[in-house]
């Protein structure tokens, strides 16, 4: 499995940016995906979760409804659209896949990462 985050850049707060998930798999395999960010110091927190099966998405609560997490009917890209972004919101986002059944804010049960890709907030 292989992941490739893109999207990061600068922007103004009340802005948005939209991350993208570039997703590698075997045939038939099927895959949550997590959305998470870390900042120099602090541990990493999952954000947004979308399942393999339904469309049940999981945010966490600093970001409910203002990011959105979703994907292409082939399954091999997912986004994350980010409004409303905050300076606390600056951070490098990745993104990551797990093909167990552990919930999908599950962080131990991401097994599989991409690159990072730095997103700042700042005027």
């Known amino acids: 499995v292989q992941l490739q985050a893109s999207g990061g850049g600068l922007v103004q707060p009340g802005g948005s940016l939209r991350l993208s998930c570039r997703v590698s798999v075997p045939t038939y395999t099927a895959y949550d995906l997590g959305w998470f960010r870390q900042v120099p110091g602090k541990e990493r927190e999952i954000v947004a979760a979308l399942p393999w099966r339904g469309d049940r998405r999981w945010y966490a609560e600093s970001v409910r409804g203002r990011f959105t997490v979703s994907r292409n009917s082939a399954k091999d890209t997912v986004w994350l659209q980010m409004n409303s972004l905050r300076p606390e919101d600056t951070a490098v986002y990745y993104c990551?896949?797990?093909?167990?059944?552990?919930?999908?804010?599950?962080?131990?049960?991401?097994?599989?990462w991409g690159q990072g890709t730095q997103v700042t907030v700042s005027s």
């Open positions: 990551a896949a797990k093909t167990d059944s552990a919930p999908v804010d599950r962080i131990p049960a991401y097994a599989y």
